[in-house]
């Protein structure tokens, strides 16, 4: 194995800005982090239109508050680009057509929609023609600002993947590959963490699994417990068990707060021999809110259906 993991490129909320998506597609084909993969976690699409309306001699908008006047071809490209990268859809129009569509609610939301998706269309293509041959796979995870409408325009395009809803393999076949990344936010104890048999240390599954739960315990406590019985010890209030287990369920909210950071899944669900710790379930989610960045979390977390047997039963499911 080498000695550096895989770097992600994590961006969200452009909210239709032409200005931010060219510079996240010069930023991944220039490799300016050095990312391996670019993923887009949410919200592509703006939230409005501006009218540009036609004025006989001239064009003219409000934007941002202030009254613009396109008098020539230049002026007016250029007050078409600097709507698009405010996030807004610039919409040239007559007074009358502005009226009309005031006028009718379901004709405004349509011309929206046929805005949003020809943008889209346009940001798929020249995602194609910058990034082709970069090596940059570009992952899409559309947000709950996304209408359904722009799957297909995303569907169609060439060189982005919207992975909403699906399973990714990725380019190398290690798609969801979560126990070897880096524990996230560490604490001065946890620092630079233990030897890992991937060649790195510090990775989440030396600290999140029955054997790192059972030498954890037995560092602090000076003794040695199978994880059931360091369960079964922190139920009958014994402090060096009960101290273990807060410190694995800590560990596990930050690593669980990185996979809602980059994915916010739908629900989380446990596997393991671990899973069976029915207080997980509800400390867990207690704790990973200090690390999500967003002000409401509620992402639900299950057991597995077979508890630790699901891993060998869907690896059965592969033959």
């Known amino acids: 194995m080498g000695t550096r993991g895989v770097r992600l490129y994590v961006v969200s909320d452009i909210h239709a800005s032409e200005k931010v998506w060219r510079k996240m597609l010069n930023a991944a084909r220039t490799r300016m982090y050095r990312a391996d993969a670019v993923v887009y976690a949410g919200d592509l699409t703006g939230k409005a239109m501006v009218p540009v309306v036609d004025a006989a001699d001239s064009f003219e908008a409000e934007v941002a508050g202030r009254r613009r006047v396109a008098r020539t071809e230049e002026e007016l490209a250029r007050l078409e680009q600097d709507i698009a990268n405010l996030g807004f859809y610039a919409l040239r129009t007559t007074a009358e057509e502005v009226e009309r569509l005031r006028a009718d609610p379901g004709a405004l939301e349509e011309r929206f929609r046929?805005?949003?998706?020809?943008?889209?269309?346009?940001?798929?293509?020249?995602?194609?023609?910058?990034?082709?041959?970069?090596?940059?796979?570009?992952?899409l995870i559309p947000g709950n600002d996304d209408p359904y409408e722009i799957d297909d325009v995303l569907a169609a395009s060439p060189y982005c993947e919207n992975?909403?809803?699906?399973?990714?393999?990725?380019?190398?076949?290690?798609?969801g590959e979560w126990g070897h990344n880096p524990l996230p936010w560490p604490e001065a104890e946890e620092w630079p963490g233990p030897a890992c048999y991937c060649g790195l240390t510090g990775c989440i599954e030396t600290y999140l699994s029955g054997p790192a739960l059972e030498r954890d315990y037995a560092q602090a406590a000076g003794d040695r417990l199978a994880g059931p019985d360091i369960v079964a010890h922190a139920a009958r209030g014994d402090a060096a068990a009960e101290a273990a287990l807060a410190r694995y369920e800590r560990r596990l909210a930050r690593a669980l707060a990185s996979v809602v950071n980059v994915l916010d899944?739908?629900?989380?669900?446990?596997?393991?021999?671990?899973?069976s710790i029915d207080r997980l379930y509800a400390r867990v989610p207690e704790l990973w809110?200090?690390?999500?960045?967003?002000?409401?979390?509620?992402?639900?977390?299950?057991?597995?259906?077979?508890?630790?047997?699901s891993g060998v039963r869907g690896a059965a499911w592969l033959w």
């Open 114 to 139: 046929s805005e949003i998706r020809r943008r889209i269309g346009e940001w798929m293509a020249l995602a194609a023609d910058r990034m082709e041959g970069t090596g940059v796979p570009i992952y």
């Open 265 to 275: 899944p739908d629900v989380i669900v446990l596997g393991g021999g671990l899973s």
């Open 289 to 309: 809110g200090d690390y999500v960045f967003s002000d409401v979390v509620d992402t639900p977390l299950r057991r597995a259906a077979h508890g630790e047997t």
């Open 163 to 175: 992975v909403d809803g699906r399973v990714v393999e990725g380019r190398n076949g290690i798609g």
